[in-house]
């Protein structure tokens, strides 16, 4: 049974921080890319973040480069992302997500290759 429950999502104001977890469970963690999303209200989900575990490869949008940072714990099969310099436009539902590690590289931020998801956390900036 895989299981990705995330936490740390909260309330913040503009140039804050926060750091989200993701603790996965159930499958075999070092194998896979690991990814974060997110979901405003009235838009698609969006690729954040994402790291190929077993090269230890990062991916960013754009829109975060620079301000956020995704790591991994494999002691204890944990996933983060820190978020620095929150902006409004940065409220949304964070969701992480396991896809098979070889699809990291080319399609990170496709929503469909992800095949387990988290429930969500809700960050909003003011």
């Known amino acids: 049974h895989v299981q990705l429950v995330e936490s740390g999502g909260d309330s913040v104001e503009s140039g804050g921080s926060l750091r989200l977890s993701c603790a996965a469970s159930?499958?075999?963690?070092?194998?896979?890319?690991m990814g974060w999303f997110r979901q405003a209200p009235g838009k698609e989900r969006e690729g954040v973040a994402a790291i190929y575990l077993d090269a230890g490869v990062t991916y960013y949008a754009g829109s975060v480069k620079g301000r956020f940072t995704i790591s991994q714990d494999n002691a204890k099969n944990t996933l983060y992302l820190q978020m620095n310099s929150l902006k409004p436009e940065d409220t949304a539902i964070y969701y992480c997500?396991?896809?098979?590690?070889?699809?990291?590289?080319?399609?990170?931020?496709?929503?469909?290759?992800?095949?387990?998801w988290g429930q969500g956390t809700q960050v909003t900036v003011s």
């Open positions: 997500a396991a896809a098979p590690g070889w699809l990291c590289v080319s399609a990170w931020a496709a929503a469909p290759i992800y095949k387990y």
């Open positions: 159930g499958y075999t963690y070092s194998s896979n890319c």
